[in-house]
């Protein structure tokens, strides 16, 4: 049979699903941004400031910043698997994500009454886990909210909210310092505020979606064909 394309496949036919979906972004997943956004306006503002702060202002040594830097970078790993496991486990990602964006919300708190190293240090370390018990379950968030086509992009608006948050944190705090030389607790206030702003949108605005267990189906089994038996004595005669 000859090809009546002329041997061109049709596009239509490889044009992939997604192509074929239009994008709907989800209020959910803008209502998620906004909050990694207020968070990060509120950590990155201290992070920010935080080496001149702890050596200048309290007067500890860089070795003594460098110890609490490495408590930042890494204690969040720990809880981040276990934050996971227990998101999936309980079927509620909102209330792991909420404990985790409170807990960071109650360190800012402790910003305006650290005097010393180690209450920096566990205030930094409790601003951490808090990160780390928020992370899964955020991202559980949106994968259910997120069309599966464009999984994809919608991460990428959530991350691009998160970025914006990231950028505008540290140019906040330092305008602060030069309105206010050693306007470290002004800081540390505004930081307060944009964390409790963002713990309140995602308790009164983002809807907790319960997710079930995963329920096994079982395998199908192909349909048998019916065999017909023959009698012993048709048997006997065909013999």
Same mark, same amino acid.
């Given at each position: 049979?000859?090809? !009546? ?7 239509? *036919? ?9 994008? #709907? ?17 509120? *950590?990155?503002?201290?992070? @920010?400031? &935080?080496?001149? %702060? ?5 007067? &500890? ?13 890494? $204690? +969040?790993?720990?809880? /981040? ?15 792991? @994500?909420?404990?985790? %964006?409170?807990?960071?919300?109650? $360190? ?54 998160? +970025? ?14 030069? &309105?206010?030389?050693?306007?470290? +607790? ?13 713990? @309140? ?8 979606? #319960? /997710? ?8 199908? /089994?192909?349909?048998? #064909?019916?065999? #017909?038996?023959?009698?012993? !004595? ?6």
């Amino acid at each position: 049979m000859s090809d !009546r394309t002329g041997g061109q496949k049709d596009s239509q *036919s490889e044009m992939p699903a997604a192509a074929a979906t239009a994008f #709907r972004l989800s209020p959910v997943i803008i209502w998620l941004g906004i909050v990694s956004m207020m968070t990060d306006i509120s *950590s990155e503002s201290v992070a @920010a400031i &935080l080496p001149l %702060y702890v050596t200048g202002f309290l007067g &500890l040594s860089t070795i003594a910043f460098g110890i609490i830097d490495g408590i930042n970078q890494g $204690a +969040s790993a720990i809880v /981040r698997i276990a934050a996971g496991w227990v998101s999936d486990r309980t079927g509620q990602p909102k209330r792991v @994500a909420v404990a985790g %964006y409170g807990l960071s919300m109650v $360190a800012r708190i402790g910003f305006l009454f650290a005097g010393g190293f180690w209450t920096i240090a566990g205030i930094v370390t409790g601003d951490r886990i808090g990160k780390g018990i928020r992370t899964a379950p955020r991202d559980a968030l949106i994968s259910e909210a997120a069309q599966p086509e464009h999984l994809a992009r919608s991460f990428g608006v959530h991350r691009m909210l998160d +970025s914006v948050g990231a950028a505008t944190g540290p140019l906040l705090a330092f305008l602060v310092l030069v &309105l206010i030389p050693n306007g470290f +607790s002004t800081v540390f206030i505004v930081s307060l505020a944009f964390s409790a702003i963002g713990v @309140a949108v995602l308790v009164l605005i983002v809807p907790g979606r #319960r /997710r079930g267990p995963a329920v096994a189906v079982p395998p199908s /089994r192909p349909p048998q #064909r019916a065999v #017909r038996v023959s009698s012993g !004595r048709s048997c006997a005669g065909a013999r």
